[in-house]
């Protein structure tokens, strides 16, 4: 088995990464989200794994805003990470967070937010007691925030794209 490469998405590669998000995740809405965030403009960072040619995993960034007291922090959110059903529990969705993680670090982004499982995403350093303070439609235990900066606001709402609207 050839090694995964991780790298920026290109043009061309959008059915690619859209017929993955249907396959991962069972349905159209994550691949609309996507498509709405790169016409919105919205990405921040968007990556592919890469295997023999094929793309067989997805992560997205976008901008997000922490608002708070008249002020708006950026920050970026986590939405979506996906691996092929057929190639997960190879450890490409560990290797698109870890990457996408050291370029948004190197880039000077300060806070990620992500919805995922925390059994998951704790790995990678996110922490729903992080993300306590914030207000947003999300909040729970499923609402996980990771800082890679002591600067980084603790409170606020989470303004995320309006792509995140249509989700329902």
Aim: net charge negative; no cysteine.
């Amino acid at each position: 088995m050839s090694a995964v490469i991780i790298r920026p998405e290109e043009a061309g590669d959008e059915t690619a990464i859209r017929l993955l998000l249907v396959n991962a995740f069972g349905g159209e809405t994550e691949a609309k989200l996507v498509d709405e965030l790169r016409s919105a403009g919205d990405i921040v960072l968007s990556l592919v794994a890469e295997r023999d040619g094929e793309i067989r995993g997805h992560i997205l960034f976008s901008r997000l805003w922490v608002r708070s007291n008249g002020q708006s922090f950026p920050a970026v959110a986590l939405a979506p990470l996906a691996a092929h059903p057929g190639h997960q529990r190879e450890g490409i969705g560990s290797a698109l967070v870890e990457d996408a993680h050291t370029r948004l670090h190197a880039a000077g982004e300060k806070l990620s937010i992500v919805l995922g499982e925390p059994a998951y995403y704790s790995r990678f350093g996110y922490r729903a007691e992080r993300a306590a303070g914030f207000e947003s439609t999300y909040q729970g235990d499923y609402l996980q925030a990771l800082a890679w900066d002591d600067a980084a606001p603790t409170t606020g709402k989470l303004d995320y794209a309006p792509a995140f609207a249509d989700l329902g």
